[in-house]
């Protein structure tokens, strides 16, 4: 039994300007010669005519037999980022050649659309591949699309426009890095959400115990605290975070009391790439956990993991949580007024709602 033959795709032609301007020389020439039957008039109306039908037959035809399909090797990509891919075409004519072809290529079910030329000639019977770099700007799982060829053939009298489409692996958009001063967020000890007193007004500006010490002769006086030495009365100093190399373990609650907005959302996943990223560049997190999901960071594969968490990350409706007391080297993710984000040491009883602008 003979495999069935994928049928055709349909083929639409419409006419250009230019088409439409011998169409209409070429009726008049006939409508003067049918008056004044002058025979030079006909042959122009016939010639006229005849190139103006046939154009639209051959550029119907040779479209017919074009086959396309897109592939590409490259699985995941960063939004704003070109993503490798193939575009295969074919030509199933056995006499028609095709002339530089046109595809659009968008992301499935968008309206971004990019159109690619393939310059050069398809010729009968044969397949070509180009390289194309569509860019996908929206975090998620998408397929690129390559449909809609289109060609002007032989002349550029009509445009043919081909159903035919094809559809490449799936692949997962992660978030866009954005700019993040991460030092400014590492330098000053995170912040406590609400302000409180006693011992708990030390536990707000998250200064461990293991980092707090006397003063001693010798110490530069700019490293002394003067808001913890006028609580403790006493000199006091904090060791700089950076001079310990402590490994964090990031939280980070997607729930719509603390990201109300979807453009808050959007840029605090941008915002949390950036941190993720440089902070495991500098070995100083050890994992982060999303809605009670915790994702290890130790290598390559686990922040792949966790970017394709991000990639598909949605705001939850639940309310954040609060755990207490508060856990060494522990850090919440929060929003922050001036557009950015914060880390805390603790979650508050109750989450303040601040729109990220």
């Given at each position: 039994m003979k495999p069935k033959r994928e049928k055709a795709p349909s083929v639409s032609v419409s006419s250009e300007e230019s088409g439409r301007v011998v169409l209409r020389l070429g009726l008049i020439s006939l409508v003067v010669y049918l008056v004044l039957q002058v025979d030079f008039l006909a042959i122009v109306a016939c010639g006229l005519l005849g190139v103006y039908w046939s154009s639209s037959m051959l550029a119907r035809s040779s479209l017919a037999g074009l086959r396309i399909a897109i592939s590409t090797k490259q699985l995941r990509a960063r939004c704003g980022e070109p993503v490798d891919a193939r575009v295969h075409l074919k030509n199933e004519n056995r006499v028609l050649p095709i002339f530089y072809p046109t595809f659009s290529i968008r992301e499935e079910s968008t309206r971004r659309i990019q159109a690619f030329q393939f310059h050069g000639v398809v010729f009968p019977g044969k397949g070509t591949q180009l390289s194309v770099d569509p860019i996908l700007n929206t975090r998620g799982l998408?397929?690129?699309?390559?449909?809609?060829?289109r060609i002007q053939f032989p002349f550029a009298l009509h445009l043919?426009?081909?159903?035919?489409?094809?559809?490449?692996?799936?692949i997962v958009v992660w978030p866009r890095p954005e700019t993040l001063d991460v030092d400014s967020l590492l330098n000053e000890p995170p912040r406590f959400r609400f302000e409180t007193s006693g011992e708990q007004s030390i536990l707000s500006e998250n200064i461990e115990a293991a980092r707090i010490r006397d003063y001693q002769a010798g110490d530069p006086k700019s490293r002394i605290n003067w808001k913890l030495s006028a609580k403790l009365d006493k000199l006091t100093i904090i060791e700089p975070r950076d001079e310990r190399q402590e490994r964090y373990e990031l939280h980070l609650e997607t729930s719509k009391d603390l990201w109300p907005s979807e453009l808050a959302f959007e840029r605090m996943l941008r915002l949390v790439t950036t941190l993720v990223s440089e902070l495991s560049r500098r070995k100083l997190v050890q994992g982060i956990t999303i809605d009670a999901l915790h994702y290890p960071l130790a290598n390559n594969r686990d922040l792949i993991r966790f970017y394709d968490a991000l990639a598909v990350a949605t705001p939850s409706s639940k309310s954040p949580e609060a755990?207490?007391?508060?856990?060494r080297h522990h850090l919440w993710i929060l929003p922050a007024p001036n557009s950015e984000i914060l880390l805390a040491s603790q979650s508050a009883p109750t989450f303040e709602r601040e729109v990220v602008r």
């Open positions: 998408w397929h690129l699309e390559a449909d809609s060829p043919a426009q081909s159903k035919a489409s094809s559809k490449s692996a799936e755990p207490l007391p508060p856990r």
